[in-house]
């Protein structure tokens, strides 16, 4: 087995372990006023079924190693390219080995964001569905005084007859 054929499998393995995302929601849904857990819990079921549905029964963490292994293949290609051209035939090696490197680097990256994308809108389909079904759904939010105007009024105008001040120089 060659050099490169081992630093691209090592580098597979340590990608494939970078790209952990969960497979089911990620967010707090609370049981409805009047619903029983045993309800919470069929609806709860339906409702992963329905959001893993809604990201088209894709995995998180497929679609994080597939991002991250299409990046570090791409790396190792151009790298490979970059190599051989500076120098000759041994750069190649060097160039796919450093190509795959960084190539690896930036797949864990993207393939984060797209694990990260995909499980947002898992949780998004999730709390769509709990909510649809009567379950209480926290959201952010702030406490405000409902006396407190927000209108903020512009400073008055300057008096009548008051002469404007001179230019600075």
């Not at 995302?21 to 609370?30: A, H, K, N, Q």
């Not at 009047?34 to 088209?56: L, T």
């Not at 190509?99 to 898992?122: F, K, P, V």
């Amino acid at each position: 087995m060659s050099f490169m054929s081992r630093t691209s499998i090592v580098g597979l393995l340590l990608l494939g372990g970078c790209a952990t995302i969960p497979s089911g929601p990620s967010v707090m849904v609370l049981p409805g006023t009047g619903k029983s857990f045993d309800a919470f819990r069929a609806d709860d079921f339906e409702c992963r079924q329905f959001a893993h549905q809604q990201i088209g029964g894709g995995d998180p963490n497929q679609a994080a190693v597939d991002s991250g292994v299409a990046s570090a293949a791409v790396g190792t290609l151009i790298g490979a390219a970059a190599g051989a051209a500076i120098g000759g035939r041994g750069g190649a090696a060097t160039g796919a080995g450093t190509g795959l490197a960084i190539g690896a680097l930036a797949g864990t990256s993207a393939g984060q964001a797209s694990g990260y994308a995909l499980q947002r809108r898992y949780d998004f389909g999730y709390q769509q569905c709990m909510y649809s079904k009567g379950h209480r759904v926290p959201v952010a939010g702030r406490f405000a005084d409902p006396h407190a105007s927000s209108y903020i009024s512009p400073p008055p105008p300057p008096p009548p007859g008051t002469p404007p001040p001179p230019p600075l120089r």
